[in-house]
Nanobody, 119 residues
Framework: QVQLVESGGGLVQPGGSLRLSCAAS????????MNWYRQAPGKERELVAT????????KYADSMKGRFTISRDNAKNTVYLQMNSLKPEDTAVYYC????????????WGQGTQVTVSS
């Protein structure tokens, strides 16, 4: 049974930090590129950050560069998103998304975790 379980969301003041985690199970984590997406109320889901299966390459949306850092621990089957200098416009549900890099290209979504940036 495939599972992606996000955690670490919550309420934070502007300028604060949060670290999201996504624990994976039920598939070969090290074969998958991992991504964080987010969706704010009334907006489309957007890509936040991507990390390749071995962790050698990362990519960020322009508005997150320099503030967010994606990382992974393949021994723990977990991907992280460190978010610093948070702004109210970062408020959204953050989703973990796994995409197989080689083979059939299977993909999986987590259920999401709410991040609210407000004073």
């Amino acid at each position: 049974q495939v599972q992606l379980v996000e955690s670490g969301g919550g309420l934070v003041q502007p300028g604060g930090s949060l670290r999201l985690s996504c624990a994976a199970s039920g598939f070969t984590f090290s074969n998958y590129a991992m991504n964080w997406y987010r969706q704010a109320p009334g907006k489309e889901r957007e890509l936040v950050a991507t990390i390749t299966s071995a962790g050698g390459r990362t990519k960020y949306a322009d508005s997150m560069k320099g503030r967010f850092t994606i990382s992974r621990d393949n021994a723990k089957n977990t991907v992280y998103l460190q978010m610093n200098s948070l702004k109210p416009e970062d408020t959204a549900v953050y989703y973990c998304y796994a995409k197989e890099e080689y083979g059939f290209g299977y993909d999986y979504w987590g259920q999401g975790t709410q991040v609210t940036v407000s004073s």
